[in-house]
């Protein structure tokens, strides 16, 4: 894997992402197609892939720079923790 790929991996599916190659599970999917299926959608809109799994986690990544976005519903607050601070809606610990 070189440093332009992002690897995910939730449960038992994992998703390599290579620009706009994208592979699920083993399976590479076709350039312009995306996947539904289990509670997990892959849907490409111009330059972006939007990744969303059935228990509020979504990414966003840009497949010419590989910009990544990730969200989590609420329910995660408490429970997750990163480079840009942890979610549990104390200012302060923000950019840490």
Same mark, same amino acid.
């Given at each position: 894997?070189?440093?332009?790929?992002?690897?995910?991996?939730?449960?038992?599916?994992?998703?390599?992402?290579?620009?706009?190659?994208?592979?699920?599970?083993?399976?590479?999917?076709?350039?312009?197609?995306?996947? $539904?299926?289990?509670?997990?959608?892959?849907?490409?809109?111009?330059?972006? $892939?939007?990744?969303?799994?059935?228990?509020?986690?979504?990414?966003?990544?840009?497949?010419?720079?590989?910009?990544?976005?990730?969200? $989590?519903?609420?329910?995660?607050?408490?429970? $997750?923790?990163?480079?840009?601070?942890?979610?549990?809606?104390?200012?302060?610990?923000?950019?840490?």
């Amino acid at each position: 894997m070189n440093f332009n790929t992002l690897k995910i991996t939730m449960g038992s599916n994992e998703i390599i992402a290579l620009g706009e190659h994208i592979t699920f599970n083993n399976v590479k999917l076709d350039n312009n197609e995306g996947y $539904v299926k289990d509670g997990i959608i892959i849907d490409r809109r111009g330059e972006y $892939v939007y990744l969303k799994f059935s228990d509020g986690v979504r990414l966003k990544w840009s497949t010419d720079s590989l910009s990544v976005f990730i969200t $989590v519903e609420v329910q995660y607050i408490g429970k $997750v923790s990163g480079l840009c601070g942890d979610y549990n809606e104390k200012k302060g610990d923000d950019f840490k």
